[in-house]
């Protein structure tokens, strides 16, 4: 009785218990109930087993200290180890241990705070993505993150405009543009703000005169309080004005792919995955080409083509004009003295979006993997269709944290796919539109405001030293552009680059254009201006997991 309820304990502990440098790993597999006795299991039957005179297990005093031991082991992995658990819900563990029937691809966590399309009730007016049709790839649509980026390429930069810079006391740095449609017979405004950038335009009627910058940034926000404009004279303005405004748009993404095996629940198991099936393999063909990574050139999304550090292989895609690569745990470095794999959880755990592909029917947990980055899973289940209706079909679910918005396309009823094209078409753009609707959740909304913040302050410096610079202004220094005129790196096309580059930026501003920082005695500082030698780090600390250092991407 009691040793049952030790069992039912272990199966309950929210990850798998790992004792650090002692190494020993306590593990649970579902398919036969059966586990490997962990050094926690001997040490509990040396306590309970009863002790004979002649034959004693242990002394009383040696059972006192081996107990202290395991408590201090225990302290002092508590921390690490509670925040990387996660616990099933309690109905649901008679039901997998012994796994039979038909369970969900994907099971709630139990604190909650995830959704998941299709619902378990499969009750369909509940769903965050109700279908109301079935496999439609024509209804198959990419999300436009950032629908208004290239208005100033698209009407400014081919017309005569002009430019015009303000610092506003309670909105910050403005930066407006202007072009006249003559043939229209109106104006085109801009008005780039920290928040956001607004759009109009005004027909020329409206107006007795030609209208002022500051009339027609008030026309475009009430808030506008600067006195006057300063006028943009640097002739490379477009370029740099460009580059703010499409910070955000980018052809280039990078998802992970976890392979779950039957009977596999927590994050070391699912991580610890080398050998990869034939069908593995197979649903990997429907997502792309298995590349080699050393000297590839396309989109890389952080990982080593030349010295071969993470991996030889990789799979990519190109997509409606987009590179994809996919960070596949199977292909990553595998480290045999490490259960969490941190050689493959620093890249699929600095994803925003990942897919799961499940061979059996081990449902996965939507916060099983620990990440700050991870909002979204699309999981994949391999499914024998009845023997009449023959060949192989591919279930479907999705599960995202409650603050990311619904996205499509939608999930069909039932939510089955046996045609693989199709099915590629659906995957591809759902991962896409995924990574996109992930980006309004509250956690990356805040920093990309702050990276907006930060680019529109060096955008703003910029300019202003640069005109300046144009009409002759002997108290400013010529300084070598800044990142933000040069062109997109080799791995760039990421948020978190974004993010990056606006520090970089920010830094170079500060030290190259002789823009005075708020904190003084920095001013003294050498320019940078080797890229290479910039750090990478900077501004991502905030949002990193202890378990998966960020990498340049």
């Known amino acids: ?19 650090g440098a002692y190494g020993g790993v306590d593990r649970f597999t579902c398919g036969d109930e059966t586990r490997p006795e962990s050094v926690e299991d001997n040490i509990l039957e040396a306590l309970d087993s009863p002790t004979t005179s002649s034959k004693p297990f242990l002394s009383s005093a040696n059972n006192q200290r081996d107990a202290e031991l395991f408590e201090i082991i225990v302290k002092l992995q508590g921390s690490r180890i509670d925040e990387q658990r996660c616990e099933f819900p309690l109905p649901l563990k008679s039901q997998l241990l012994n796994i039979g029937g038909d369970l969900p691809l994907i099971l709630p966590s139990k604190l909650g705070g995830y959704w998941i399309d299709p619902p378990l009730e499969k009750l369909r007016d509940v769903s965050p993505t109700s279908c109301h049709h079935g496999l439609d790839p024509e209804s198959y649509d990419i999300m436009e993150r950032d629908g208004e980026a290239k208005i100033y390429h698209e009407f400014f930069r ?13 909105l910050g740095p403005l930066v407006l543009s202007v072009c006249l449609e003559e043939e229209e017979n109106k104006l085109r405004v801009i008005l780039r703000m920290k928040e956001c950038s607004l759009h109009g335009t005004f027909s020329l009627s409206l ?21 006057k404009f300063d ?50 393999r197979d649903f990997l063909s429907i997502l792309g080409d298995t590349i080699q990574l050393q000297g590839f050139t396309g989109f890389r999304g952080g990982l080593d083509v030349c010295h071969g550090q993470t991996g030889n292989e990789a799979v990519f895609t190109s997509f409606n004009g987009r590179e994809i690569i996919f960070h596949v745990a199977t292909k990553l470095p595998y480290t045999e003295a ?13 994803d925003i979006v990942a897919l799961v592909y499940q061979e059996g029917q081990t449902p996965f947990l939507c916060d099983v993997v620990k990440s700050h980055f991870l909002h979204c899973f699309v999981v994949v289940r391999r499914v024998q269709r009845e023997q009449e209706a023959g060949g192989v079909a591919y279930q479907v679910s999705v599960t995202a944290r409650e603050d990311v918005p619904p996205f499509g396309p939608v999930i069909p009823d039932p939510p089955l796919f046996t045609d693989r094209l199709q099915l590629r078409e659906f995957l591809l753009t759902k991962l896409i539109n995924a990574e996109i609707s992930c980006y309004k959740a509250e956690q990356f909304n805040r920093l990309e405001l702050r990276t907006r913040s930060s680019l529109l302050e060096s955008l703003h410096n910029e300019l ?19 990142e933000s005129t040069r062109g997109p790196s080799e791995g760039s096309g990421g948020f978190i680059e974004n993010f990056k580059r606006a520090i970089r930026v920010r830094s170079h501003s ?41 990498e340049e991407i």
């Open 1 to 19: 009785m009691e040793r049952e309820k030790r069992n039912d304990t272990s199966f309950s502990r929210k990850r798998s218990f790992t004792f």
């Open 338 to 350: 490490d259960p969490q794999q941190l050689q493959r959880k620093r890249h699929i755990g600095n």
């Open 510 to 550: 500060f030290e190259t254009l002789g823009v005075p920082r708020k904190n003084a005695g920095n001013s003294s500082q050498k320019p940078k201006v080797d890229k290479d030698a910039e750090s990478d780090s900077s501004g991502t600390t905030e949002l990193k997991d202890q378990a998966s250092p960020q």
């Open 207 to 227: 107006f007795t005169n030609m209208p002022s910058a500051v009339e027609l940034a008030k026309r475009l926000c009430d808030k506008v309080t600067v006195p």
């Open 464 to 482: 202003f030293t640069r005109s300046r610079c144009m009409m002759g202004d002997p108290t400013v220094a010529v300084a070598p552009p800044s």
């Open 231 to 280: 006028v943009v004279s640097y002739l490379k303005a477009p370029v740099l004005i460009t580059a703010f405004d499409e910070h955000r748009v980018s052809s280039n993404f990078k998802f992970g792919v976890l392979y779950q095996k039957e009977g596999q629940f927590t994050e070391e198991d699912i991580l610890s995955n080398n050998e990869e099936s034939e069908k593995f």
């Open 158 to 170: 081919s017309r005569y405009h002009h430019s015009f810079i303000a610092v506003d006391s309670s």
